[in-house]
């Protein structure tokens, strides 16, 4: 029944590691996305897909790679961990995309549960 | 200049009263969205309610409403009859219609209900 699923919930790691974080939306939306919310609560877009195409590139690190085998999935892959990185991170999806326009209610975006994580 | 903008950092309402949640937007887009989400202390992001720019009506949702002041780029969110699982971070956002489909988040209000 979950909308959309991250796994896992919790991630807690060293510094200089890689580590995934998968999303999963059975919505049947065509756009997908990553969002971060650090530790005062502020949640900034990082990237969005649209049908696996990549569309927002929100000046994140090389270190982070989204990747989107269809476009019912769209993992993030984070290399090198920093401290800095420790946050939450969102995965979320629409049915509207780009080709939108804005103020629709298909511009409504749904959210994972999140996954925390945590750089020692 | 922020796009979103939430005054309120924390709220206070008894139980079975109604509160207001302050958000301002900014935007030269005649096409944009306005959303509220709820983050209860579980984590989750939850939809709440939906106002479209070109929308006549005031949006609403069983006990949540969305006073919409076009003229004056603001988007509160009223909810009615409080309840103690309301107790939650509440965050404004925009969508705007520049091509792009990324949601601009406010600070949030942290409302607390109390019995």
């Known amino acids: 029944d979950t909308a959309v699923s991250q796994t896992p919930k919790y991630l807690v790691t060293q510094m200089g590691n890689d580590k995934s974080i998968k999303c999963e939306q059975n919505?049947?939306?065509?756009?997908m996305y990553w969002y971060k919310q650090d530790s005062k609560k502020f949640l900034k877009i990082m990237f969005s897909?649209?049908?696996?195409?990549?569309?927002i590139n929100e000046t994140v690190p090389n270190r982070f790679s989204p990747k989107s085998p269809d476009k019912a999935h769209l993992n993030l892959h984070i290399n090198s961990l920093e401290l800095g990185d420790s946050a939450v991170y969102f995965c979320?999806?629409?049915?509207?995309?780009?080709?939108?326009?804005?103020?629709?209610?298909?511009?409504?975006?749904?959210f994972g549960p999140g996954t925390r994580l945590t750089v020692l | 200049a922020q796009k979103i903008t939430q005054t309120q950092p924390g709220m206070f309402v008894q139980e079975k009263e109604a509160v207001t949640l302050d958000c301002t937007y900014d935007?030269?887009?005649?096409?944009?969205?306005l959303f509220w989400y709820k983050q209860p202390s579980s984590g989750e992001m939850i939809f709440l309610i939906y106002?479209?720019?070109?929308?006549?009506q005031n949006a609403t949702e069983g006990r949540y409403s969305l006073n919409f002041q076009k003229a004056r780029k603001s988007a509160n969110l009223v909810i009615s009859a409080s309840q103690l699982g309301d107790s939650a971070m509440y965050f404004c956002?925009?969508?705007?219609?520049?091509?792009?489909?990324?949601?601009?988040f406010g600070t949030g209000t942290r409302l607390q209900v109390f019995p």
């Open positions: 979320a999806s629409s049915q509207e995309g780009m080709t939108g326009r804005a103020g629709g209610p298909t511009d409504t975006q749904y």
């Open positions: 919505l049947g939306h065509d756009t």
């Open positions: 897909y649209n049908n696996k195409e990549l569309i």
């Open positions: 935007t030269s887009d005649p096409s944009y969205g």
């Open positions: 106002q479209g720019s070109y929308d006549q």
């Open positions: 956002a925009m969508r705007e219609g520049r091509g792009t489909d990324k949601l601009i």
